[in-house]
């Protein structure tokens, strides 16, 4: 039978090593520049992608992996085991979740193949994700890592505000005549992800005050299992600075480490975002 075999895709943030250590299979989305087709995070890093971005030219575009890259997938996993959790990014931010499932439709009857909506991305689907295979380490069964999996989606959280109003409204999630006006009154949109989707939650005029709602965002949580800053940037900004120094007397035990997001979030909320993931202690 096998133990049961994690797939998960690029915009899951992992710590480097973490998916050779636990047997995570990454499978990559494409990120097209031009008449460039680049596998992200193979081809292409978050720091790379940011850089192009800054140089100008064409406005970079993603794409999910094809059914058959899940296929193939699928196939050389099934030679070592007959149960797979395949959990990716939201289908509300990407096609990925859908390839996936058609890619598993050659093996159904051979291979058992779960396929989830984690309906969040990057550290949220790295959490899941990490949780998935060490539980699968430990010998559960396809059955109970779905379980798992299923019972943390509900406590990871990610808001976030961003600085650029065109790609919100590029992907349609405010008007342009919204668009132009928030450019002209500086307005900062909060954003939220709920059900997988990114919805406004209210809007700001400053940075600090955009940090002060990040910060009265994660102060509601009376317990924490693990959190990150998520920005364009892998180091600190004064705008991460500010956040941190608010949030460590309130949870001294909890590490906020800064983590760079991808070209797939990027194309949603823009290349200046700012934001908080949460994943908050779930009662068992």
Known sequence: MGKVAIVTDST???????????????????????????RDGIDITPEAFFQRLERGGPIPRTSPPSPQSFERVYNELHAHTDQILSIHISGQLSQTLRHAQRGAESLLGRCEIAVIDSLTTSLGLGILATHAAKAAQEGADLDEVVRLVRGMIPHIYIVFY??????????RRIGKAQAILGTMLNIK?????????????????THEKAIE???????????????????????????????????????????????QYGPVLASHVGPSAMGVIVYETPEW
Do not use: C, W
């Open 162 to 171: 961003v600085d650029e109003m065109d790609y919100l409204e590029r992907g």
């Open 213 to 259: 709602k990040l910060f009265e965002f994660v102060a509601e949580f009376s317990e924490l299992e693990q959190a990150a800053i998520v920005q364009r940037h892998a180091t600190p900004t004064e705008e991460t600075k500010m956040l941190l120094e608010r949030l460590e007397p309130l949870f001294p035990d909890i590490e906020f480490p800064v983590i």
């Open 12 to 38: 899951a943030f992992l710590e480097p090593g973490v998916a050779q250590e636990l047997d995570i299979t990454v499978v990559p989305l494409n990120v097209h520049i031009g008449d460039e087709t680049l």
């Open 189 to 205: 949109p909060l954003l939220f992800m709920e059900d997988g989707e990114i919805i406004p939650l209210e809007k700001v005029r």
